[in-house]
């Protein structure tokens, strides 16, 4: 046995008992506050409502089965869920050309490029949506643009409509998509794509056969950051959805201000495990795609 293994074993349970002495004192205080919340929250949804009594200290699965049964809140749940996928779908066709972009840029332009998608990021989910009700309101600039252009001849509506949801969810999700996949594509060796250009191939062959299984990982952390935010959204659809359009996010909210906590926990639960559900999914289908 050489001196480095005698020292390798000499030293492997010390540093493996360093590393949890270390990390095991912040893993605890997480997963408490993290574990904490949830099964108390679970354990609210298995409560049932009383007007009078608040909360009654039962075990009853009957908020799942209102939810499940009931076609208006089976709808907000669709909703929540193709709003989310068309807002993830905008953000990874648009964020990736930009991100390419920014990612071979080697001027000193790059660092205005990245602050410029950075800045968006300094303004609130509700600054940005009051924005957007300037631009997509009967009185404002989109709708009095095209009066004066003569291309409609009455106000165009867009606010309260899910298009102007969409449209606030994309500009808040943008800029985090942009990043993760920036980082990742300044990873690839930009030989690779001279090589394959070099062997004849075309733009889109290349992205096909080499930048889109390079940088799978990193577009699947960007699509599962994007739809998270997405799913859980609340500024954006309350200020530009109005209170005929409904997310899970607002439903819960409203829950709350009626005082039916076992309802609103309920509901929060089915929209957590919801996204973690796809979350994993999404995140096992692109290991099992990139290892293949």
């Known amino acids: 046995m050489t001196i480095a293994a005698t020292q390798t074993q000499s030293r492997g349970p010390s540093t493996l008992f360093s590393a949890a002495s270390l990390i095991g004192p912040a893993t605890f205080v997480v997963a408490l506050g993290v574990i904490g919340p ?4 679970f354990r609210y949804s298995l409560d049932r409502y009383d007007p009078r009594l608040f909360m009654v200290g039962v075990f009853t699965p009957d908020n799942y089965m209102t939810f499940f049964s009931d076609p208006y809140y ?5 909703t929540t869920l193709r709003v989310a996928f068309i807002c993830t779908l905008v953000c990874l066709v648009a964020g ?5 972009i920014v990612a071979r840029t080697q001027t000193r332009f790059k660092n205005i490029l990245i602050i410029g998608i ?3 990021l300094f303004v609130g989910n509700a600054v940005r949506a009051a924005g957007w009700m300037s631009l997509l309101g009967s009185r404002g600039f989109i709708s009095v643009t095209l009066m004066k252009l003569g291309i409609t001849d009455e106000p165009t509506e867009i606010m309260f409509t899910e298009m102007a949801v969409i449209l606030g969810i994309i500009a808040v999700n943008l800029p985090y998509m942009v990043l993760t996949l920036q980082s990742v594509i300044e990873g690839v060796n930009r030989n ?3 090589a394959a250009f070099s062997l004849g191939a075309s733009p889109l062959t290349m992205f096909r056969r080499i930048l889109w299984p390079m940088t799978l990982p990193g577009i699947a952390a960007g ?3 994007t739809f998270i935010l997405a799913m859980n959204a ?3 659809p309350v200020l530009l959805g109005g209170p005929k359009f409904k997310m899970m996010a607002p ?11 076992p309802f609103a926990a309920a509901v929060a639960f089915i929209l957590m495990v919801t996204t973690l559900a796809l979350t994993v999914a999404a995140g096992l289908a692109t290991r099992q795609r990139f290892r293949n």
């Not at 990736?96 to 390419?100: G, I």
């Open 38 to 41: 949830l099964l108390i929250l």
């Open 74 to 78: 089976l709808n907000v749940f669709a």
């Open 96 to 100: 990736f050309p930009l991100a390419y």
């Open 118 to 120: 950075v800045t968006p």
């Open 192 to 194: 690779l794509e001279e």
């Open 223 to 225: 699509v599962i950051l």
């Open 234 to 236: 609340y500024a954006t």
């Open 251 to 261: 439903l819960v909210y409203g829950q709350f201000q009626l005082n039916n906590w």
